[in-house]
């Protein structure tokens, strides 16, 4: 059964930064693309995010964030700084049966429960 739990979103001013950390388990994890996604009140869910041996990025995070894995230890990270209010939303780690890092969602088969990110201006 594969898990994937994240963790790290909280509250954060404009110009600051977080750690997201995602868990997973049940997975020939290094073997398997992994990514972010985030989705804002009132939005379709959006990719942020994706490493199979390095990272790909959305244009509206590129330079700012920074995605990594740690196959030992079955987890990913997403390192967010200077971050901005329209960076607030609800942040899912997500898991491709496939080591290809792809943007689209509907390519991706395991998914998290979210953790939330605030920006405050």
């Known amino acids: 059964q594969v898990q994937l739990v994240e963790s790290g979103g909280g509250l954060a001013q404009a110009g600051g930064s977080l750690r997201l950390s995602c868990a997973a388990s049940g997975l020939t994890f290094s073997r398997n693309a992994m990514g972010w996604f985030r989705q804002a009140p009132g939005k379709e869910r959006e990719f942020v995010a994706a490493?199979?041996?390095?990272?790909v990025y959305a244009d509206s995070v590129k330079g700012r964030f920074t995605i990594s894995r740690d196959n030992a230890k079955n987890m990913i990270y997403l390192q967010m700084n200077s971050l901005k209010p329209e960076d607030t939303a609800v942040y899912y780690c997500?898991?491709?049966?496939?080591?290809?890092?792809?943007?689209?969602?509907?390519?991706?088969?395991?998914w998290g429960q979210g953790t939330q990110v605030t920006v405050s201006s």
């Open positions: 490493i199979s041996r390095s990272g």
């Open positions: 997500a898991a491709r049966s496939s080591s290809v890092a792809l943007m689209a969602s509907s390519s991706y088969a395991y």
